[in-house]
């Protein structure tokens, strides 16, 4: 009896390490802010909100494959910008030093920069669809030792809209929390959050 008591919750244990492989306090030993590796999932879940729309209350972020554009190899992310800034699903990017590009009708951006020269803010174009760009974000990031916060604005001047989002970031696990802040003309305030609350690392290799 002991023996079957002691199997099931070798199943049961295994069944919960499979599904949320990485908890957040322990993370890898990546000293990278933004790990990218095919099959890695993240699921955030939503902790604060007093939005009327039906943003989703989880969702899950997943590195799917790699995939060669114009000679340059990218990662495809699916869900990654929800909710948020109007940018593609899926998107493809990469990571060059402590840069992060994504690509955009056949063009890179600067998505993040995680270098501590970088001090000044970027212009990051606002996706409508597949031939339309509308205005810009504007992007700044702040640096400590393991977390990196990545402010964006909407318009081409940084703090000069109402509206905002903040990608907060840890070595080793990648964004673990999201959120979206405005203000209308009228001082009406809404608020937005997620946070990462399982990372999943199984590992897996596929080329296009």
Known sequence: MKNIICLITAILLSIFIWGCEKKLNSPNDDNDFFPLRVGMKWRYKMVKSDYDNPFPKEFTVEITRTKTINDTAYYEIK?????????????????????????????????????????????????????????????????????????????????????????????????????EEHTSELQSHSFISYAVFCLKKKIKIQHT
């Open 79 to 179: 869900n990654y910008f929800i909710p948020g800034p109007s940018l593609p699903d899926p998107a493809y990017i990469r990571v060059e030093d402590d840069r992060v590009f994504v690509l955009i009708n056949d063009k890179e951006y600067l998505l993040y920069s995680f270098d501590s020269a970088d001090s000044s803010s970027w212009h990051l174009p606002m996706y409508v669809n597949p031939t339309d760009l509308e205005d810009f974000y504007t992007n700044r990031t702040k640096l400590s030792s393991d977390e990196a916060k990545v402010l964006w604005w909407y318009g081409t001047t940084f703090g000069s809209s109402e509206a905002h989002w903040t990608d907060v970031f840890q070595k080793g696990i990648g964004r673990t929390k999201r959120s």
